[in-house]
């Protein structure tokens, strides 16, 4: 059973993968200043998960984004490169989980197209997914009795 270590390190390593594609954590973005960031980027954001029969429901935020102009000529070329860069990082993890022990639920894929500041004015897409584990209800920890 992959823990959440593995889960976030195998996401950060699928999107480094892609050639040119850099990945950040978001507290980092927020202490950045413009131009310091270099794109394009891939942002894991793990959001709240679940215990389910068995299973471990991770849900995470990838956004995939580059710069853009003030006047966002390049908006909709940006997003469609974005959109193949997440794509092929959705991919990845889809194929990859038939042999290791997690699944990326397919049918759970959302994609959506944005433009914001991260602090530079970016277009991209952000896709949020669900990746399971099986649950062993197995405890590692040691507890004195008593206590």
Same mark, same amino acid.
């Given at each position: 059973m992959m823990n959440y270590n593995q889960i976030v390190t195998k996401l950060k390593t699928t999107a480094q993968s892609h050639i040119n594609v850099v990945t950040a954590d978001a507290g980092v973005l927020e202490s950045l200043n413009w131009g310091e960031i270099k794109y394009p980027l891939v942002m894991m $954001?793990?959001?709240?998960? @679940?215990?389910? !029969? %068995?299973? !471990? $429901?991770? %849900? $995470? @935020?990838m956004v995939v984004a580059d710069v853009v102009d003030d006047q /966002? /000529?390049?908006q909709i070329p940006k997003q469609s490169a974005m959109f193949e860069i997440g794509r092929d990082v959705i991919t990845y993890l889809i194929n990859d989980s038939t042999t290791l022990d997690y699944d990326l639920v397919e049918e759970s894929v959302v994609f959506t197209p944005f433009v914001d500041n991260f602090p530079d004015l970016c277009a991209g897409i952000q896709f949020d997914f669900q990746i399971t584990t099986i649950y062993k209800k197995s405890c590692n920890l040691p507890f004195n009795n008593g206590i």
């Open positions: $954001v793990m959001q709240p998960g @679940s215990f389910e !029969i %068995n299973k !471990i $429901v991770y %849900n $995470v @935020s /966002l /000529l390049q």
